[in-house]
């Protein structure tokens, strides 16, 4: 499967956007979905998760309560909306799909998920 993530941009601390990734192929219902990030001079941590139904969503603490990850897997795109952007949200942000599933904290873990998108860069200002 390949992935598109797209929606990063400049926005200012407090705004909103939209991140989508496009799934290609016609099994992006069997994969759990995840979004990662990567800070200029950090490692690669996690973001959010989804579920192949959409039915269960994963989050870090950094972002729960300012993040949301949703799915529609008649159109294989999953979406991160984020609000109440802070400065520290500065990161690009990838998009994933893991083959295998996963619950709870399983989900956080970058080694489960087998296909990487390029990733989107978003910018948080002051």
């Known amino acids: 499967v390949q992935l598109q993530a797209s929606g990063g941009g400049l926005v200012q601390a407090g705004g909103s956007l939209r991140l989508s990734c496009a799934a290609s192929?016609?099994?992006?219902?069997?994969?759990?979905m995840g979004w990662f990030r990567q800070a200029p001079g950090k490692e690669r941590e996690f973001v959010a998760a989804i579920s192949r139904s959409g039915g269960s969503t994963y989050y870090a603490d950094s972002v729960k309560g300012r993040f949301a990850i949703s799915r529609d897997n008649a159109r294989n795109t999953v979406w991160l909306q984020m609000n109440s952007l802070k400065l520290e949200d500065t990161a690009v942000y990838y998009c994933?799909?893991?083959?295998?599933?996963?619950?709870?904290?399983?989900?956080?873990?970058?080694?489960?998920?087998?296909?990487w998108g390029l990733g989107t860069l978003v910018t948080v200002s002051s």
């Open positions: 192929g016609r099994t992006f219902s069997s994969y759990v």
């Open positions: 994933a799909a893991g083959v295998g599933g996963c619950s709870g904290y399983g989900c956080y873990r970058a080694g489960i998920y087998d296909y």
